[in-house]
């Protein structure tokens, strides 16, 4: 019996057994219109509900906006019983019991969640709510569940239905695996044996099987949404200048809501601040931060009193804010279902949604460093996933397609006209050759291998585990030597796209060849292909790594590069010193792209500080002032972007400390650092524009004819502050450390 029922007129319902009540599709919409105040339903939702109320198992997958939570949340509410949802975030469980309240006002009572946010008086009022039968959802996060407080508490009460929302978390093959989700079925089994619905935005073929052989529901009728999310657009940017980016970007979409995804806590609350210097609100949100805090940002983002939110993954899941109009990654996701569940926060209101991701080798190379030390087939497994990523990234086809591919569902039209590579084709070629080779090869093979291991055998790419087959006997091997493996790779890839080629995820990657792909093989016809793009190296962790290093890229004006040389070469004259003191080449660049025309603009660009903006800065200006106003030149960005000031205890520690003239070892024994540790410190501190006297220390430690023939080296025969030439032309008189410590103490006082 409902006894809640009877006591909350607004709830309009009828006091009775809901077992006995036929609950036909009028009065599902009559209950839609009541409780959530819609019309209609969406899309599957009413035959979902539908099933569930007759007491059905369900595996529901439906892309993010497309309102799987109103699948279990209303037959919740028209069932007998209790429903028990198992969700993985505290912060999505707070969403949905408010958003619940808010639909049956006057009975807080009808929904609570249980987890270990909970003090002893708030578990005691969710019993009393659930014992009295007045709770008809109860949110439980996974490890609550199975605690045996806890199970004995359910045991007391009926239970309508279980819901598994994200439950690709089940899957190892999942992009957010949790182990506690594999537990759920023996503790259901515990509890009282109910109808499970399974809920997610995110499955391969692979997860939903995992998932519904998991939960032990080989019956549930699989309800399929199109993962198509037309409103989307989706672009791929190269990882060279990602801050700039994004402050130019949210600057030109002002007031507009936003997520923005790092790998790292360290980087988010680092991007947050820069955001919010830069006249953007932004907060941080990471598990690093205490529970008050992260509801606090989470409150802020809903409500808008900020406009973005800089996260790490563990943000985002089942919020309910439709109008958030961007996504960004600043780091690529570990995989494609990540990827898909992140982006698919955009625009869950129908309308406009950007999905912009950065991309460059080195962050390939991190993720793949995360891996080590796991056990060898979780390493797998996460290699599989991150080599899918990096093949839709450096894709040049239409990505829509290839993400639809992914997740097992045909996109039919050719351009999509909502991505990077739709709108900026890229030069195509008859494939039909290649495709064959690639077809070929695998066919004449006598086992399977990965996607790896056949473009090295095509592009003639010899090592130890082709020669352990030995694979470079093979007549097929370096038949494709006249292309990249980069290349191969574009064709193995589309050739799955095209269901030519089949790669088994369970065999970590193995690939075969389908019917359709020897049905081609034996008819070949014209198959336009694209090759991949290719990326630059990326930025480096250390913000404040020295910028002896050029940023890779290019892409300035030439013209004014040119003049800008000259004039550095000019001034080097007139002052005695060599042109790479005044400003480096890659400092030239960025002026050669940003036409910076004040001196905080100059100090945005690579390698200059303030000193050196000040020092050398004046002439350089006008110039580029000069040569914007002859040329009506329309300059990038009308925003200074500022910099953090860098508040690391190590920087002022060490500054403080060669200003007091401690000796170097004791600076490192304090900090824990070995000496070369505590030099590349200092380099990035001078690096940075700050001056630094280190006399005091070099008259201790270095004769003076060793400082005076390193200093002249500098000053007249370097080409540029590389170490590596430093220490080919002056030999093996001075060891490096040596070299290292004038070449400080000559950037301090003459560069900066």
Not at 52 to 67: I, Q
Not at 261 to 284: D, F, H, Q, T, W
Not at 475 to 492: C, M, N, P, Q, T
Not at 681 to 686: F, G, L, M, R, Y
Request: some cysteine; aromatic content about 10%; proline content about 3%.
């Amino acid at each position: 019996m409902f006894f809640w029922i009877c006591q909350k007129k607004s709830l309009n319902l009828v006091c009775q057994n809901v077992q006995t009540m036929s609950i036909d599709s009028a009065v599902l919409h009559t209950k839609l219109k009541e409780f959530f105040g819609f019309d209609s339903f969406k899309a599957d939702q009413e035959r979902i509900i539908r099933h569930l109320v007759d007491k059905n198992n369900a595996f529901v997958l439906m892309p993010t906006g497309g309102g799987k939570s109103l699948c279990y949340q209303l037959p919740a509410l028209v069932m007998e019983g209790t429903a028990v949802v198992i969700s993985p975030l505290i912060a999505l469980m707070k969403n949905q019991v408010d958003a619940i309240r808010g639909f049956v006002s006057g009975n807080d009572g009808i929904a609570h969640f249980l987890n270990s946010s909970l003090n002893k008086a708030q578990i005691a009022e969710v019993r009393g709510d659930l014992l009295s039968g007045a709770t008809k959802l109860l949110y439980v996060a996974p490890e609550s569940l199975t605690k045996a407080e806890n199970v004995a508490m359910l045991k007391e009460i009926k239970i309508s239905f279980y819901a598994v929302d994200e439950a690709h978390c089940i899957s190892e093959w999942g992009h957010d695996f949790r182990p506690e989700y594999r537990r759920i079925r023996n503790i259901i089994e515990d509890i009282s044996v109910a109808p499970i619905i399974a809920l997610t935005a995110t499955a391969t073929p692979k997860v939903q099987s995992d998932i519904i052989k998991n939960l032990g529901i080989p019956d549930a009728t699989v309800f399929k949404s199109s993962f198509n999310r037309p409103n989307l657009y989706y672009e791929i940017r190269d990882k060279s200048d990602p801050k700039r980016d994004i402050i130019k970007f949210i600057k030109q979409n002002p007031g507009k809501s936003g997520i923005i995804y790092c790998l790292s806590r360290k980087k988010v609350e680092e991007l947050a601040e820069l955001l919010n210097i830069n006249g953007i609100k932004a907060a941080p949100y990471h598990a690093g931060l205490d529970a008050k805090t992260r509801a606090d940002n989470q409150d802020k983002f809903l409500m808008e009193e900020v406009n973005v939110i800089v996260a790490t993954i563990a943000f985002g899941m089942g919020i309910d804010k439709p109008d958030v109009r961007f996504v960004i990654h600043y780091d690529i996701p570990k995989s494609l279902e990540g990827y898909y569940q992140e982006t698919g926060r955009a625009g869950r209101d129908g309308k406009e949604g950007q999905c912009l991701t950065f991309y460059s080798y080195k962050d390939i190379q991190k993720l793949e460093k995360f891996m080590q030390g796991k056990p060898i087939a979780e390493q797998e497994i996460g290699k599989q996933l991150l080599m899918e990523t990096v093949a839709y990234a450096e894709s040049n086809s239409c990505r829509r397609k290839l993400l639809l591919s992914y997740f097992g569902e045909d996109y039919s039209q050719e351009n999509c006209g909502a991505c990077d590579n739709c709108l900026h084709p890229k030069k195509q070629f008859d494939g039909r050759e290649e495709m064959a080779t690639v077809i070929e090869l695998i066919e004449s093979l006598p086992e399977r291998f990965k996607m790896e291991h056949l473009a090295n055998i095509l592009a003639g790419e010899s090592n130890s585990i082709i020669k352990s087959y030995h694979h470079d006997k093979l007549e097929l091997f370096g038949a494709g030597k006249d292309h990249s493996i980069r290349f191969w790779h574009a064709v193995i890839h589309q050739g799955m796209v095209l269901h030519f080629l089949y790669k088994d995820i369970e065999a970590y990657g193995l690939i075969s060849v389908t019917e359709e792909g020897r049905a081609f093989y034996e008819k070949p016809y014209q198959l336009m292909l694209t090759e991949d793009r290719e990326f630059a190296e990326g930025e480096d962790d250390d913000d404040d790594a020295p910028a002896g290093a050029a940023r890779g890229g290019g892409g300035g004006d030439e013209t004014l590069l040119a003049m800008l040389k000259d004039l550095r070469r000019d001034v080097a004259r007139k002052r005695g010193l060599q042109p790479w003191v005044i400003f480096g080449d890659p400092s030239l660049e960025d002026m050669s792209i940003m036409y910076p025309i004040t001196v905080d603009e100059l100090k945005n660009c690579q390698g200059v500080g303030e000193g050196k903006a000040k020092k050398f800065g004046k002439e350089f200006l006008e110039l580029i002032a000069k040569y914007v106003e002859e040329n009506d030149i329309e300059r990038p960005d009308d925003f200074v972007m500022k910099s953090v000031v860098n508040k690391s205890v190590n920087k002022v520690y060490i500054i403080q400390s060669i200003d007091r003239k401690f000796p170097f070892e004791d600076i490192a024994d304090a900090k824990g650092m070995e000496m070369s540790e505590l030099l590349s410190e200092i380099e990035a501190i001078v690096y940075s524009g700050t001056k630094l006297n280190i006399d005091y220390y070099l008259e201790q430690t270095l004769d003076d004819d060793v400082i005076d023939d390193i200093y002249a080296y500098f000053h007249d025969d370097a080409e540029s502050d590389s170490l590596e030439e430093a220490m080919e032309e002056l030999g093996s008189d001075y060891d490096e450390e040596e070299v290292r410590l004038v070449r400080i103490k000559f950037l301090c006082e003459v560069a900066n």
